[in-house]
């Protein structure tokens, strides 16, 4: 299966600051990866995606950076918000299968 | 958007008793869904994998008797959780994604707490 590792297990920002989560992955044949917020209690919500073939991708306030060469990605939070307050989990998708979850990155925001 | 309902969201049991949890995919259909269990604080674990029509497939150490799933329609697969004890009390997710190649949606869990 997918290993997936994510570089810091907690991150405290600033609000209005930017956030940077970070995530490596091991397996080059992925194709397809996602980000996911999990506020406490809640299932896992869909933030946003890339594929391979893309090095970027831009969302409402997010963005996210996909580094093949080191199998790296990182998600952008532009004006982080008490809001954004949440576990944030990498997770490669590829084809049919389940996901994989790594430990994810609790990203506490500070008023 | 594609919506995972999950019912219930919370459920409080008798130590050997069985509890039923529900997911259902909303607006689309899923041939295949998934079934996650969250313990505090830590990340998701994939338990098993229901495929509708036929038997799913349990991830190692998940005991397949003891988790029931039962996915027989194409919106709905149900956990049941047999005989359940307290090391049983956890947070289960379910997802399902809308087609191959989109996202995995999730439901919003259910916390089971058996006493």
């Known amino acids: 299966g997918e290993s997936v590792g994510l570089h810091l297990p907690t991150l405290s920002v600033q609000e209005g600051d930017n956030s940077i989560i970070n995530c490596a992955y091991s397996n080059s044949a992925s194709d397809y990866f996602i980000w996911y917020k999990q506020e406490s209690g809640k299932g896992p919500q869909f933030i946003i995606d890339?594929?391979?073939?893309?090095d970027k991708r831009q969302g409402q306030r997010v963005t996210v950076l996909l580094n093949k060469t080191v199998k790296h990605l990182s998600l952008q939070i532009a004006a982080t918000q008490p809001g954004d307050s949440a576990v944030y989990f990498c997770?490669?998708?590829?084809?049919?299968?389940?996901?994989?979850f790594g430990k994810g990155t609790r990203l506490s925001v500070i008023a | 958007g594609a919506v995972v309902s999950q019912h219930p969201s919370r459920v409080i049991c008798k130590s050997g008793t069985s509890v039923k949890i529900e997911c259902r995919s909303l607006d689309f259909q899923a041939t295949t869904m998934f079934w996650y269990r969250q313990f505090p604080k830590q990340s998701l674990m994939l338990m098993a994998t229901?495929?509708?029509?036929?038997?799913?497939?349990?991830e190692q150490g998940v005991e397949k008797d003891k988790f029931l799933i039962n996915h027989a329609s194409l919106t709905l697969s149900t956990l049941t959780v047999t005989s359940a004890h307290p090391e049983d009390s956890s947070f289960y997710i379910c997802s399902a994604r809308a087609e191959l190649g989109s996202p995995l949606h999730f439901g919003n869990g259910t916390r089971l707490t058996v006493t």
């Open positions: 997770a490669p998708q590829p084809g049919n299968t389940p996901l994989v």
């Open positions: 229901s495929n509708e029509g036929s038997k799913a497939t349990y």
């Open positions: 890339i594929r391979s073939n893309m």
